[in-house]
């Protein structure tokens, strides 16, 4: 053979080999452990729009969505104000599809999980919904994703509180219970309406990328329950 065609060989080989990670496999920098393939894992994107800056995650656990709250979260500053909920998200073959929840709220109770009238608690006004839709690109060691979405202002809302405590057989409404004993029971209905949110509707893009193949939560939601307004902390 040759010397000028062995150096032309054993050239592309070299440069077969520097480039095995972009074909077949990952390149020397990544310790040879990429992302497994599957769906499973957590998810994190970036949102940006017209006065808009948000991030959102979702995760994934046995190929349906972790049923951890404190997993599937977004958080935008949308026009000044900052809005955050639970993510929905459902991913198919390639196709992303989500929807951003507004803020659950609770009604206070007692350490005996009951609730007595009268009651104050704090509902937060800048509530949102949302939704996005993207695609997902499992070949990507990273699964990176993107795509593009908008979020709205919650509309008003009119709620209703019921409470229904035992009493000393003052009141008109008596129940027979399983033991075919009489129970008075005070019945209280008490209507509130929760005002809607003053952020405009906005478009917005999204970048993202798997960042593990476990389902991870940076924490839990927990509920404190207060029958004080200085103490409660339930939003919507």
Do not use: C
């Amino acid at each position: 053979m040759h010397p000028p065609l062995l150096v032309v060989l054993l050239s592309l080989a070299a440069t077969a080999v520097s480039h095995a990670g972009s074909f077949g496999g990952p390149g020397p920098w990544s310790d040879q452990s990429p992302l497994q393939s599957g769906i499973d894992g957590s998810y994190q994107a970036t949102a940006r729009g017209t006065n808009l800056t948000g991030v959102f995650r979702f995760a994934y656990e046995n190929n349906v969505q972790s049923p951890n709250p404190a997993a599937n979260l977004y958080s935008f500053f949308v026009d000044g104000q900052v809005v955050t909920g639970g993510v929905t998200a459902a991913i198919n073959g390639k196709n992303l599809a989500g929807v951003l929840g507004g803020q659950d709220f609770s009604v206070p109770t007692n350490n005996s999980g009951s609730t007595e009238l009268p009651l104050v608690f704090i509902v937060r006004g800048n509530r949102a919904n949302g939704q996005f839709q993207g695609q997902v690109n499992f070949e990507d060691p990273m699964a990176a994703f993107n795509g593009n979405g908008k979020v709205t202002p919650a509309p008003v809302e009119t709620n209703t509180v019921i409470l229904i405590q035992t009493n000393n057989l003052n009141d008109s409404l008596v129940i027979v219970d399983s033991n075919s004993s009489l129970a008075s029971q005070d019945v209280t209905v008490t209507p509130f309406v929760i005002p809607g949110s003053s952020i405009p509707p906005t478009d917005f893009t999204f970048e993202g990328v798997r960042t593990s193949v476990f389902a991870q939560a940076t924490g839990t939601v927990t509920t404190t329950p207060s029958s004080s307004a200085a103490n409660a902390g339930f939003t919507r």
